[in-house]
């Protein structure tokens, strides 16, 4: 029977109540400790990109649930601090050997978090379980990635970063940030947003699909999604409510902006040119 086969069985008795905390066996578990070790090495993820679009592993998420909801709270140490939770901090004597460093004073891996070769975690940082961090990718000091996010090769997460989880429902796929993506300090991305491939996103940006991303390069509104290739940062634009009485001046409601990556940069660099000459 295969990993996948057993959690879905599993689920499905603790859906139906039949399977509890109290009831669960040391076989239940130790299939648990089977998956939270395939999620740290990559073998599953909790979102993989199919026909162009992200979709959620739904059996991953269903097992994050089961993680939670069969085991007992417990104290640990951390430090010279005792928490309490259902699982242990995700051990990290694998990173040397694949390239990759934490700083210390605070960063803090939670068990089932991947985290790929050459990375770089500053403190003080938190992954959560399911989280996905790529080859190459710089997780910097104040960011937050999510449960389940999923954060593409040589990403670039700015300091005080949030990345925002998707746990449930179990078929919505999490925020995913896609290769070669660069996010400036303070960005917010939440509720399954996608990042496309390198584009670089301004400081203190947020992006969620409630906000509109107006694309100047394809002359289209999207809602989201940020398309790969692009230079995007916030704007604000008009409210519907503009005409109210409470709004001397008129309202505005935040947007982001979208431009075509490389002319942006071309500009910048003409721009620095001139200067020096």
Same mark, same amino acid.
């Given at each position: 029977m295969s990993?996948?086969?057993?959690?879905?069985?599993m689920w499905h008795r603790y859906d139906e109540?039949?399977?509890?905390?109290?009831d669960a066996e040391a076989g239940e578990l130790s299939t648990l400790d089977a998956f939270l070790?395939?999620?740290?090495?990559?073998?599953?993820?909790?979102?993989?990109?199919?026909?162009?679009s992200?979709?959620?592993?739904?059996?991953?998420?269903?097992?994050?649930?089961?993680?939670?909801?069969?085991?007992?709270?417990?104290?640990?140490?951390?430090? *010279?601090?005792t928490y309490h939770d259902v699982l242990?901090?995700?051990?990290?004597?694998?990173?040397p050997g694949r390239g990759t460093r934490n700083t210390p004073d605070g960063?803090?891996?939670?068990?089932?978090?991947?985290?790929?070769?050459?990375?770089?975690?500053m403190s003080p940082s938190f992954v959560n379980i399911g989280a996905h961090v790529g080859d190459g990718a710089l997780v910097d000091s104040c960011d937050t990635v999510g449960s389940c996010a999923q954060i593409g090769a040589n990403v670039k997460l700015g300091a005080n970063t949030l990345i925002g989880g998707v746990l449930e429902p179990v078929e919505d796929a999490p925020v995913v940030v896609e290769d070669g993506a660069s996010l400036g300090a303070g960005c917010r991305v939440t509720s399954g947003f996608v990042v496309g491939e390198n584009s670089v996103v301004a400081e203190n940006t947020l992006l969620t699909p409630r906000i509109p991303v107006y694309d100047l390069v394809e002359e289209e509104v999207l809602y989201g999604r940020l398309p790969p290739e692009r230079r995007a940062f916030t704007r604000?634009?008009?409210?519907?409510v503009g005409d109210h009485d409470l709004f001397d001046g008129g309202a505005y409601k935040p947007?982001?902006?979208?431009? *075509?990556?490389?002319?942006t940069t071309m500009a910048g660099v003409e721009r620095e040119e001139a200067l020096r000459e």
């Open positions: 990993l996948e086969s057993e959690i879905r069985g109540g039949v399977l509890t905390a109290e070790d395939a999620l740290e090495t990559g073998e599953v993820r909790a979102a993989e990109k199919r026909d162009g992200w979709e959620a592993n739904e059996w991953v998420k269903q097992a994050i649930l089961l993680t939670f909801g069969l085991r007992d709270i417990v104290g640990r140490e951390y430090g *010279d601090v242990p901090l995700r051990e990290t004597a694998d990173l960063t803090v891996l939670r068990r089932g978090a991947y985290v790929g070769a050459d990375a770089i975690l604000f634009v008009e409210s519907s947007a982001v902006v979208a431009m *075509d990556l490389e002319e």
